[in-house]
């Protein structure tokens, strides 16, 4: 968690189901069409929104409107790096496990390379 935020945490997001701790404010500029999305104002300001991590992250702007997502805070975004990497490796270790399963079957079928080598021997 960023201590950055810890002078304004008692702050909570704007949306009126949502009750998280807000970590992103977004101001609608109307003279530009723009929905500014970015670090946690220390003002509220009219026409500003606080928003979760979830909301800023899904947060949509209305059709027509330009977002701009300001300095996203590194910190943020690394969960969800995580959550990739390790949806990579569980489908790495799903994949390992078949081609395992394999090279017991062929570790056990070595006392049957008899048969193999009587095949070979067949050719010749
Ligand atoms: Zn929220």
């Known amino acids: 968690m960023s201590t950055s935020f810890a002078n304004v945490g008692s702050r909570r997001c704007s949306k009126p189901s949502c009750s998280k701790r807000a970590v992103a404010t977004l101001t609608y500029v109307y003279a530009d069409s723009t929905a500014v999305l970015g670090p946690l104002a220390t003002f509220a300001e009219p026409h500003c929104y606080d928003l979760c991590e979830d909301h800023a992250t899904r947060m949509t702007a209305p059709r027509g409107w330009d977002v701009v997502r300001l300095a ?34 062929v570790n056990r079928r070595g006392h049957l390379r008899v048969l193999k080598d009587s095949g070979q021997n067949s050719i010749e």
């Not at 943020?76 to 390992?96: H, M, Q, T, Y």
């Open 72 to 105: 996203p805070d590194p910190e943020a975004l690394k969960p969800s790096v995580d959550d990739i990497e390790a949806l990579a490796n569980a489908v790495r270790e799903i994949g390992r496990i078949e081609p395992a399963d394999e090279m017991v079957e």
